[in-house]
């Protein structure tokens, strides 16, 4: 109900059907179905290919047909992730957004703005009866959110247009004409176990309250990584008491900065005190670290149960690699002013049952910045034998500042709104370089509405921002000239 109240309708009301159809990544069947169906019933072809992205094809208006074709771009999927205690099942449940000072909020999920605005944008060009184009396409990719596995595998020889409008991006007024590559490196590991030592008490440790975010639009912001502070924690307690680690628990998203992290150990029933003070400790000197960032983070620690711990060995081989790994910015560009150059993410760790498996998602804008620091990783982790193995490498978007494209947008936007736009390269990571290494001669720009807290619970999105956004798709699409 709130979002059928907000303008422009045109977006608003194809944004709610995506809010309505659970769409996870590798996950996102149903959606790309209705969407091929309501192609269908609105009378626009539209084809799937071999990886299961869907394009929509929209003819010229008369007196259009020679302008040259637009590819409009975005992705299906949208990443899930609910704050503790939140009852939200994203293979089910619809998200159901609010209204709070003109920004539209999902509370305590994710809400899908990102980047589900982009492609209600897309579908109301569609279907739209008052605007002067040439050729449209759609192109809706799946998977982007989860390795960019639509973009990677996406055909060939299907895209006849020459331009493309990549709708994914989180700050208006800015257009982007290159971004970061990158590529995931996976660890496992075998453990083994032994029983808790007589006299040991357990106990489950946890980090929390942090804002988490996206690992590449937010990685430079300094915000607190729970995997981190947790790995920073047990190091801590393991000098002062004989700590012995069950299992670990930390983020939920290879893409996202972990907000929480949780932990089960045992120590000597004898130190609970101390453990209590250096817990306390700890949690002040993070707090005073991450003053006006991450001001609630919180380190607690309650009673817990648990059979086994980790050999000593294996504990001290797999904590010592895990503290070290790195995580966060590595090096600035040298060359685009204020862009982080190469990145990693510690973003997912699961220890338990006697196996170690945590991932680190590597950006960079050179190839060769990503395969640098991708290999450190496995330098890193090869110490302790472990089985490492890397996926979902993706080019990045080589800028090009004689964009046509770019020319345009910059135009149209200064006509429309009387202020001059930015240019810029983003450090997260988008479609363009793999379209682009596919279609070799697309010119391509990237912008998208005010979106903050992506890939976190509470996102949201500026509501007059998206009408911008469809103010000047339609001025784009109505000045493309001819091919």
């Known amino acids: 109900m709130v979002i059928a109240e907000l303008e422009p309708k045109a977006v608003w009301e194809h944004f709610q059907t995506l809010c309505d159809i659970p769409r996870p990544s590798k996950h996102e069947e149903q959606v790309r179905d209705y969407l091929k169906g309501w192609a269908d019933l609105n009378g626009l072809d539209s084809t799937i290919d071999a990886a299961g992205n869907l394009i929509i094809r929209k003819p010229a208006t008369p007196g259009m047909e020679n302008r040259v074709g637009v590819v409009m771009q975005g992705h299906l999927d949208m990443v899930c992730q609910a704050n503790t205690g939140t009852e939200h099942d994203f293979f089910k449940d619809p998200i159901r957004p609010v209204l709070q000072d003109g920004w539209l909020v999902a509370e305590n999920t994710t809400l899908g703005a990102d980047n589900g605005i982009g492609v209600a944008l897309a579908m109301a060009a569609l279907v739209s009866t008052d605007i002067q184009h040439g050729p449209i396409e759609a192109l809706f990719t799946l998977d982007e959110e989860q390795g960019m596995g639509g973009a990677l595998n996406l ?19 800015q257009f982007y004409m290159g971004c970061a590559g990158g590529i995931d490196v996976n660890v496992e590991r075998k453990f083994a176990t032994r029983a808790v030592p007589a006299g040991y008490q357990v106990a489950k440790l946890s980090v929390t309250g942090l804002r988490g975010g996206h690992s590449g639009a937010d990685i430079h912001l300094g915000r607190g990584n729970a995997n981190k502070i947790l790995l920073r924690t047990l190091n801590d307690l393991g000098r002062e008491t004989d700590l012995c680690l069950s299992s670990f628990t930390g983020g939920t998203a290879r893409n996202a900065l972990a907000r929480e992290a949780f932990a089960v150990v045992a120590f000597p029933a004898a130190d609970q005190d101390k453990v209590a003070g250096l817990l306390d400790s700890l949690q002040q000197v993070l707090r005073d670290e991450l003053t006006g960032i991450d001001d609630g983070v919180a380190l607690s620690c309650a009673s817990a149960e648990a059979a086994t711990v980790m050999a000593v060995d294996d504990q001290k081989a797999i904590l010592s690699a895990l503290h070290a790994a790195p995580h966060g910015v590595k090096s600035m560009s040298q060359r685009v002013t204020g862009v982080v150059e190469t990145s990693n993410n510690l973003g997912v760790i699961r220890i338990g049952d006697g196996k170690l498996f945590c991932n680190f998602m590597v950006r960079s804008l050179n190839n060769s910045g990503t395969m ?24 990045g978007w080589a800028p090009n500042p004689e964009s046509k494209l770019l020319a345009l947008c910059r135009a149209m936007y200064q006509r429309d709104f009387k202020a001059e736009s930015q240019v810029k390269v983003i450090h997260a990571g988008l479609e363009c370089g793999i379209i682009g290494d596919k279609y070799p001669q697309m010119d391509m720009v990237s912008f998208g509405p005010n979106i903050r807290g992506a890939h976190a619970p509470g996102e949201r999105v500026e509501v007059a921002s998206v009408g911008y956004c469809w103010d000047l798709v339609k001025s784009i699409l109505a000045e493309v000239p001819a091919a």
Not at 159 to 172: A, I, R, S, V, Y
Not at 373 to 392: K, M
């Open 155 to 173: 055909e060939t020889g299907l895209l006849k247009g020459k331009f493309m409008l990549n709708l994914d991006t989180e700050e208006w007024g």
């Open 372 to 395: 640098m620091l991708a290999h450190e990783v496995i330098s890193l982790f090869s110490l302790i034998n472990a089985e490492i193995t890397t996926e979902g490498g993706y080019p």
